[in-house]
Every structure is written in C-alpha cells, then in structure tokens.
C-alpha cells in the first residue's frame, strides 16, 4: 500500500473553477521544484539501481521524509486522514509583512490508528469501500486549518 494517501478538491463557483490535491504528508519530500523533478527522475530510472541513493545523496531533505513514512501511523479510513495542501499561499499582513501559508483538512471523524499487519489484513480496497460506505452514510467532514510557515521558508515550500 502507498505511504502517501491523497484527496483532490474541487471548487466551482459563478466565477469560475478551482482545483486542488491535498496529500497526508505534513511535509514535501523536497524542498525545490527542480528537487521534485529529480525526484520524479530517480523513481523512474530503471537502469539505475543507485538511482534513489544518489538523489539521496544530493537531496538530504529526503530523510526526514522518509523516516515520517517509516514510522507515521495509518488510519483505518480516508475520513479519519489529515490531508495538507501541496500548495501554498503568500499572505500579507496589515503590516505588510508576509506569511506563507499552508492550509490542511483536520477530520472531525476519530482517529482509528492501524498497524502495518493490521492494514494488510483489511485488503487492497477496504479504503475505498470504507470511504463509500460513509458518503452513502452521510456527509465527511473536516475542519480547515490555514496555519502559517516562517518567511524565510518561503521557498521551500512554494
């Protein structure tokens, strides 16, 4: 099963329409667009085994990602998911200073944390079928949380 779970968000108004994806991660695994590509490359790269250890190498921010996917608990249900915006925004205060923000959906469903054993043992599915299940239920509902980085991390997460 992926580490990184997903929800993509759509908005339409009179005006217009606006999409967005949201991921789980608290954090992107790198820092940079071009690290993203690089990133992107290095998984593709099938005639390279070293490939990961050498973006690795030159992308250290990738650890910390990696020990988040390593040791993050799993919830049983995508309702039950905090997702953070890939995205974020560049705000500016009445004092014209700037704060970044990075917006997330915090569930107001509780929490079920799984184990790995217990995760496999639910089948490749059970998220989707749980998911639907809960709509056909009743709304899902999340609380938007905008909170804000340090300006000088600006570009790390742009």
Known sequence: MARVRGLSLRVVAPSGEWRAAMIDAPFFPVATVQGFYDLQKALANKSDPDA??????????????????????????????????LNSFIFTNKEGRDQVVRWSFVPIAPVESLSADQLKARGADFLDADITKRVQEGPQRWTLDAGHHACQSRRSHR
């Open 52 to 85: 990961m250890k050498k973006f690795a190498a030159a992308h250290p921010e990738i650890g910390a990602f990696g020990q988040w996917a390593g040791s993050a608990p799993w919830t049983g249900s995508y309702a039950e998911e905090r997702f953070n915006s």
